[in-house]
């Protein structure tokens, strides 16, 4: 936008830029403003919802816990107190008379320490779209930047303009980061107003061969860091959010994030069962569907939700016979998938449809669906064409979560990654899809099975370019893999998820991302750089028994204190959270510890002390464990477990709550010497350097069983330390003539 009437700047915004107050607190918390002045004013309303949940998606990428907040919350600015950046994606229109006390109020919350990160005219226009006289003062006074330039509608490229700053992490200097076949933007640049200390422009749009300020980093005398996009697409359509949000956070100092996963992303697989209520079909499509995704289940890992019609016309043959449909689907909830619902009668158009039809649709067949195979349903999935914000709103009274409408990008507008909620207070979570189904490419487009392939392989590698956490939604059809339509193959389905086996993605259901995401949102983090090399995280909430504590890819984790989960860059939160003293960037120890968990898996509590490891977990797979070199363990707990050097791989075969433990082996324990100086007995032994829970058991008779704990009595200690080797004494006055002695751990038998 570009404003008809010069900026005009007020005196009285002197009086926001007071210095920052205490330095930031250690917990890190974001909140993104939402405001129903600028959508009632957006060129669609459904894209100013994907605007807001696609930065609810990066905030969640940066892993950093949220709240959701209205313009309300700009009354006070002890309302924003509790939060160290907010994050405002589109807030160019206000209501007039509102204006003047938010840019007070968010002034003294700048003061206060608050940075901001926003895009476009922040509050530069009324809600009649006019603009302010002034309409540059919130930019200039709370952010830092001020209008320049105006291009309309170009061809762009937006390029890393400077990949050394800490918010561009990963680029290469004039990387291509977007193209844009046709783009508006207006360009800023920094404000003398808001004292800037430093100021980059770190990504830039290349127009007709000359470049324009995309992206500002302002960092202000008072100490803020604020960063602003020239609009909430180059703002969103990138994956360039969740990376300002770590600089405005966290500055210089090494990031840390909470991640809703442990592996490299997250895959939201979403059938539509369109055949469900075909009874006549199920022997050529859903019975056949159940063969194809064992086999996926057993060689790739996959699951996924499958989202059914109930059907409501037995003359037409559309209806559900649940004595032979039940039992079908829930062997493939068997597989660790999902049953939701697609409707009733999968109307082609939801939109024609009036409240109590779609409480039909939706309510109704969740109902049914529950009833017959006696779950808990929890998601749905819009059929035919797509659904506009007022059925939504309708149908959140009835589902905890939905997967609607695209927003795979095109050469106008459309982010590629949006969900979330709609709105602060919106009872559902919402999931639009990131990738294009498999009816738009070939029963639509007209693609073979290899371009379709190749088109979902490309969409998937652009989700995971410079994105820590991508999270991939994809709808595909029953009819698809068992190709019972012209044009669709299994090939093509198996490739597009082999490709995503190779990026290390974790393949879930829409249930468990919606627990995940709500589990996420309720957490608190706390952050504290205890020196150069010491981070203190504490992560408080339920649930997070999957999630993760994750440093830069340049970070790498050495260990961490009392705690034995963790790989090179992340660690491995238990279900309940808790407190994990990370060191970094030295030589990694060799402590017995586990390096990675299955998908989906629940850790649900651990103990170690380097040497002996304890554990309990809710899922099924390969748990691999790192133990030191050249030491012998034994492994309870298991169906079975492979040795590999230092790599022990202990396999779960069944879906469950399962405890295990690794302790070393007691027969590499090897004895020495011993001596008896009067009443002083000292046994000498050699085992694995710098190990402490150490037994010594005795007894008078060793075939009534040497199991008398004599540890208190006795005096273990390794000499010279790190040697390995060993010497345990005690005093035997009242032993008697005869007695036996052995050496053992804790978590072993001796």
């Known amino acids: 936008m570009r404003p008809a009437i010069a900026c005009t700047l007020l005196a009285l915004v002197v009086s926001l830029l007071l210095p920052a107050g205490a330095a930031m607190a250690g917990d890190r918390r974001a909140a993104i403003l939402y405001s129903a002045t600028s959508r009632d004013n957006y060129f669609d309303q459904f894209s100013y919802y994907q605007v807001y949940m696609s930065a609810q998606h990066q905030c969640t990428m940066a892993g950093i816990p949220f709240d959701l907040l209205d313009e309300a919350a700009l009354n006070d600015d002890a309302n924003l107190a509790a939060y160290d950046v907010l994050i405002i994606p589109h807030f160019v229109h206000v209501n007039a008379a509102n204006r003047p006390n938010y840019i007070t109020e968010l002034g003294q919350a700048a003061a206060n320490g608050l940075n901001i990160i926003s895009a476009d005219w922040l509050m530069g226009y009324d809600a009649g779209n006019q603009p302010f006289a002034d309409a540059g003062l919130a930019n200039e006074s709370l952010v830092g930047v001020m209008w320049t330039n105006f291009n309309g509608p170009v061809v762009a490229n937006l390029k890393a303009a400077d990949p050394s700053h800490p918010a561009l992490p990963g680029y ?30 770190y990504a830039t749009l290349f127009i007709s061969g000359q470049s324009y300020t995309a992206v500002n980093a302002i960092q202000t005398a008072a100490g803020n860091r604020n960063v602003h996009f020239t609009n909430a697409q180059i703002m969103l359509d990138s994956n360039l959010l969740w990376s300002a949000i770590h600089w405005a956070l966290y500055g210089t100092e090494p990031p840390v994030a909470l991640r809703t996963g442990r592996q490299r992303s997250l895959f939201f697989a979403r059938n539509d069962m369109d055949q469900s209520m075909f009874p006549d079909d199920l022997p050529s499509i859903e019975v056949p569907l159940l063969g194809i995704i064992t086999d996926w289940k057993t060689n790739f890992d996959f699951v996924g ?116 909620h709609l709105r602060p207070g919106f009872p559902m979570f919402y999931n639009c899809l990131n990738t294009s189904p498999d009816f738009t490419l070939v029963g639509y487009l007209g693609l073979t099975a290899a371009e379709a392939a190749q088109t979902w392989r490309q969409e998937v590698d652009n989700l995971h370019q410079h994105a820590p956490l991508p999270v991939v939604h994809w709808l595909w059809h029953d009819y698809g893999p068992v190709e019972s339509e012209p044009g669709f193959t299994r090939g093509m389905y198996e490739s597009m998820i082999s490709h995503a086996v190779s990026l290390d993605t974790e393949f879930l259901t829409g249930h468990d991302f919606f627990e995940r995401n709500q589990a996420f949102r309720n957490c608190s983090l706390d952050v504290t750089h205890l020196d150069a090399d010491t981070i203190r995280a504490v992560v408080s909430n339920a649930g997070v028994g999957k999630f993760s504590l994750q440093l830069g890819e340049s970070e790498t984790i050495t260990s961490v204190d009392d705690w034995y989960a963790y790989d090179g860059h992340k660690v491995f939160l238990p279900a309940g959270g808790g407190t994990f003293t990370i060191r970094r960037n030295g030589v990694p120890g060799t402590a017995t510890r586990i390096t990675r968990l299955p998908p989906r898996a629940e850790l649900i509590s651990l103990t170690g002390d380097g040497r002996t490891l304890g554990f309990s977990f809710r899922g099924k797979g390969r748990v691999t464990v790192a133990v030191p070199p050249g030491s012998g363990f034994q492994v309870t707990g298991a169906d079975a477990f492979a040795a590999n050097g230092a790599r022990w791989d202990l396999l779960f075969d069944s879906e469950g709550l399962h405890t295990a433990t690794v302790v070393p082996d007691p027969s590499s324990i090897r004895i020495t010497s011993t001596a008896l100086a009067g009443t002083a007995f000292t046994i000498g032994f050699a085992f694995d350097p710098n190990f402490t829970a150490w037994k010594l058991l005795g007894s008078p008779d060793p075939a009534a069983g040497v199991t008398t704990d004599l540890t208190p009595q006795a005096t273990i200690t390794e000499s010279p330390a790190g040697s390995g080797n060993y010497r345990a004494s005690i005093d035997v006055a009242g032993f008697g003539p005869r007695y036996f002695f052995r050496i053992g751990f804790d978590g072993a038998a001796p």
Do not use: C
Request: no cysteine; net charge negative.
């Open 305 to 420: 939700s499958y989202y059914l019609n109930v059907g409501n016309d037995p003359a037409q043959g559309e209806f559900t016979d649940w004595a032979v449909s039940g039992p079908l689907y829930q062997d493939y909830r068997a597989l660790g998938s999902e049953i939701g619902t697609h409707s009733y009668t999968h109307p082609d158009d939801i939109k024609t449809l009036n409240a109590s039809q779609l409480e039909f649709e939706f309510k109704d067949s969740k109902n049914v669906i529950a009833a017959n195979m006696g779950i808990a349903v929890t998601g749905g999935a819009v059929p035919g064409n797509p659904e506009s914000p007022a059925e939504i709103e309708i149908i959140s009274q009835w589902l905890p979560y939905l997967s609607g409408r695209s927003a795979v990008s095109d050469s106008n507008f459309g982010l590629t990654t949006a969900y979330g």
């Open 172 to 201: 290469a200097p004039n990387e291509t980061i977007l193209s844009y076949a046709q783009v508006w933007a207006d360009e800023f640049s920094p404000s003398p107003l808001a004292v800037p200390a430093a100021s980059t422009a």
